[in-house]
């Protein structure tokens, strides 16, 4: 692509491979800490959220509800997070996150944070925060599309 190119589709294209990118060098950060970006997301999501359910799980992962089960079900394994017994509204369960699951995502934010100071070392705080916003609206319209 080249850089003079400013059109819709372009800007969509960049978009896009730069969340190619970041997801790579996230995964590339959290293996060792045997976590996938869906994963960190899922965890990320109950620490913010405690008890939402698999299906808000899922949109804030950006995996289907069968991946998330499936997912859900190692993190279960593993000891991170419990699974209420009772089913909620619509037969769907709650999910918490366990005092074991708190070290590894602490681990977790600094790796994921040390991509994105990477990602954005040449721009200014005040473009970022910039940056910020622009991609919030942008989000905020697809979403009410």
């Not at 804030?60 to 859900?72: D, I, K, T, Y």
């Not at 909620?88 to 005092?99: F, I, K, M, Q």
Request: aromatic letters at 2%; a neutral charge; glycine letters at 4%.
């Amino acid at each position: 692509m080249d850089a003079s190119d400013r059109s819709p589709e372009a800007l969509g294209v960049l978009i896009k491979e730069t969340q190619s990118l970041l997801n790579q060098r996230m995964d590339d950060r959290l293996r060792p800490l045997s976590l996938s970006v869906p994963q960190y997301a899922c965890l990320t999501a109950l620490q913010t959220t405690p008890g939402i359910t698999g299906s808000e799980l899922a949109r804030r992962a950006f995996v289907s509800r069968q991946s998330m089960n499936v997912l859900l079900q190692g993190l279960e394994k593993r000891g991170l997070v419990t699974r209420s017994t009772d089913p909620g509204p619509r037969r769907e369960r709650s999910v918490v996150l366990n005092a074991a699951a708190e070290p590894l995502l602490a681990r977790a934010h600094e790796e994921v944070s040390s991509v994105v100071q990477l990602m954005t070392a040449d721009v200014e705080p005040v473009e970022r925060a910039r940056l910020h916003e622009l991609l919030s609206r942008c989000r905020d319209a697809l979403l009410v599309s």
